[in-house]
């Protein structure tokens, strides 16, 4: 009971900020999945790598609710989208490879340093040189393979990643946000498939498939797709500068939650 409590309310907490800040939702997801498992009796081992792997599947059903609603509104950057979804796809594949190689500690402390950077860039009052565009089809390229290989470690939608990056690049806070959530459904679906090879045949819970815990699935997914239409209209209504502290102000508290438990 205690873990449906705690996946429900996890799910609509996921859904609003999925939405509105097209970030998938894993940012939270994963560290209070870690938590959740860790009250559940998961073996030490699997436990981080069964929270990024569970919260991958999740923003797969996240991401195509979010993508509906920020297409809708003609939001989404589609030339940024074609260029970056083929190698973000084959990043995110590869990462669940490279996870499963990695030692819990390691990839913990890993995905918190990196959301404690991100957080501080995004909290700073930094502003990108206004002369610059995206770069040229290879840089863009190598872009998109990075976003992917770092989101699918961490079991973010990309939105971590691929948001300051177009912020870097003057993409506008707003058009990012909906573009990063257009690209999270390629991400997560290959990145949970790359999840689920790696950990075939690996038992160590029942109801798992590979890496992913199937009943925090189904409870998360359930309410982050009623909760993301949500968060994108708050998208729209926010102003950019005020959505930007806010992303980098949830990012610092995962961030500190997270190596506080990994230390």
Known sequence: MDMIIACSALGIVAGILAGMLGIGGGVVIVPALVL????????????????????????????????RAQIKRKAVDWNIFRLWAP????GSFLSGFIAARLPAAVLEIGIAVFLLVISLIMLSRWVPDPARTMPGKAGTTGLG????????LAGIGGGNV????????????????????TLGFPLALVGTAGYIISGWGVEFKPWTLGYVYLPAVGLIAFFTVLMAPMGVALSHRIPAATLKRCFGGLLLIVAGRMLLTAL
């Open 87 to 90: 190698t973000v796809v084959v």
């Open 145 to 152: 393979l990075f976003s992917g290989v770092l989101s699918g």
């Open 162 to 181: 691929m948001v300051p990056l177009m912020v870097f690049f003057n993409v506008p806070m707003q058009r990012a946000v909906a573009t990063s959530s």
């Open 36 to 67: 959740i498992l860790s009250a559940q009796d998961f073996p030490s081992e699997f436990i981080v790598i069964t929270a990024v792997a569970t919260s991958l599947c999740t923003i797969i059903f996240t991401s195509i609710s979010a993508a």
